[in-house]
T-cell receptor, first 117, second 112 residues
Framework: EPEVTQTPSHQVTQMGQEVILRCVPI?????FYWYRQILGQKVEFLVS????????KSEIFDDQFSVERPDGSNFTLKIRSTKLEDSAMYFC???????????????FGNGTRLTVT | SQQGEEDPQALSIQEGENATMNCSYKTSINNLQWYRQNSGRGLVHLILIRSNEREKHSGRLRVTLDTSKKSSSLLITASRAADTASYFC????????????FGSGTRLLVRP
């Protein structure tokens, strides 16, 4: 069964450094998302992406964050200048169709654990 | 504002028993979904229920939705040790097109 893959599985970075988290969504999916989860707590929405542009973002997703689909397969999340509080598990997800259709669930990758020291 | 809060936060049962988890939300929704997360892994979709549906079944899972009470429940029947995981409800609000909002989850432990 096709799956969402994320790399790396664990990233350690120093405060102030830029990080890029990578995701390969399922190939025929059109909608892409980033979520994060701090230490087994609530899963928080960051951003959704469709048709090569951000369709919705949360208040967490400030100008330190950006997303890109640089080619036909990858979907990346960049954090420009990491802070200690950015330490979390970051999950990429994709869906075949608009989630509001009530047909297409989100398919999640296994996440990238980001540790900012 | 928070949307989708699960109750209880943690649940411990014996294998073979039924597990019931509840989810409450605050605003009108388009649909509600339940996901499962094994420790250190991504979330896996279990079941989706639309706002005009009241009950849905999938194998040992039964989900109900009461839009008047703004609540949903997930019932796992005849639980197995392999059902041990965290379970999250997620809602798509009517005023939001793309933002599926997750609750805090219920940690289920099924003792063999």
């Amino acid at each position: 069964e096709p799956e969402v893959t994320q790399t790396p599985s664990h990233q350690v970075t120093q405060m102030g450094q830029e990080v890029i988290l990578r995701c390969v969504p399922i190939s025929n999916h059109l909608y892409f998302y980033w979520y994060r989860q701090i230490l087994g707590q609530k899963v928080e929405f960051l951003v959704s992406f469709y048709n090569n542009e951000i369709s919705e973002k949360s208040e967490i997703f400030d100008d330190q964050f950006s997303v890109e689909r640089p080619d036909g397969s990858n979907f990346t999340l960049k954090i420009r200048s990491t802070k200690l509080e950015d330490s979390a598990m970051y999950f990429c997800a994709s869906s075949e169709d608009w989630v509001g259709q009530g047909v297409s669930p989100l398919h999640f990758g296994n996440g990238t654990r980001l540790t900012v020291t | 504002s928070q949307q989708g809060e699960e109750d209880p936060q943690a649940l411990s049962i014996q294998e073979g028993e039924n597990a019931t988890m509840n989810c409450s939300y605050k605003t009108s929704i388009n649909n509600l979904q339940w996901y499962r997360q094994n420790s250190g892994r991504g979330l896996v979709h279990l079941i989706l229920i639309r706002s005009n549906e009241r009950e849905k079944h999938s194998g040992r899972l039964r989900v109900t939705l009461d839009t008047s009470k703004k609540s949903s429940s997930l019932l796992i029947t005849a639980s197995r040790a392999a059902d041990t995981a965290s379970y999250f409800c997620a809602t798509l609000r009517m005023d939001s097109s793309y933002k599926l909002i997750f609750g805090s989850g219920t940690r289920l432990l099924v003792r063999p």
